[in-house]
């Protein structure tokens, strides 16, 4: 089993940047896919940017190619997300998570952080 803990969140003002981070701990098949998802309150969520444990390969929504990268220290066993240039619509509940085996399908991810929320005001 996976566990992941975010943290990072904060309120910030448009055009500002934040990093998030995600502690990983256990270890499975589920381990294989790492991604940040975010969800607003009424609609569902989405896939935000993945990638794999073990392999440079990255995946991102078009809503922020070009603003977010999102990369890990596997010595620290932690997942970040990098957020640049942010806008009022990023503003949501930004979740990690973890899945396999695919890592660019959003719906392959079955273990999920407990959220850390970002605000951003224009």
């Known amino acids: 089993q996976v566990q992941l803990a975010e943290s990072g969140g904060a309120s910030v003002e448009a055009g500002g940047s934040l990093r998030l981070s995600c502690v990983i701990s256990g270890s499975g098949r589920n381990r294989l896919c790492l991604g940040w998802f975010r969800q607003v309150p009424g609609k569902e969520r989405e896939g935000v940017a993945a990638?794999?444990?073990?392999?440079?390969?990255?995946y991102y929504a078009d809503s922020v190619k070009g603003r977010f990268t999102i990369s890990q220290d596997r010595s620290k066993n932690t997942l970040y997300l990098q957020m640049d240039d942010l806008k009022p619509e990023d503003t949501a509940m930004y979740y990690c998570?973890?899945?396999?085996?695919?890592?660019?399908?959003?719906?392959?991810?079955?273990?999920w952080g407990q959220g850390t929320q970002v605000t951003v005001s224009s």
């Open positions: 998570a973890s899945g396999a085996p695919t890592c660019g399908t959003w719906s392959n991810y079955v273990n």
């Open positions: 990638t794999y444990n073990n392999a440079p390969s990255t």
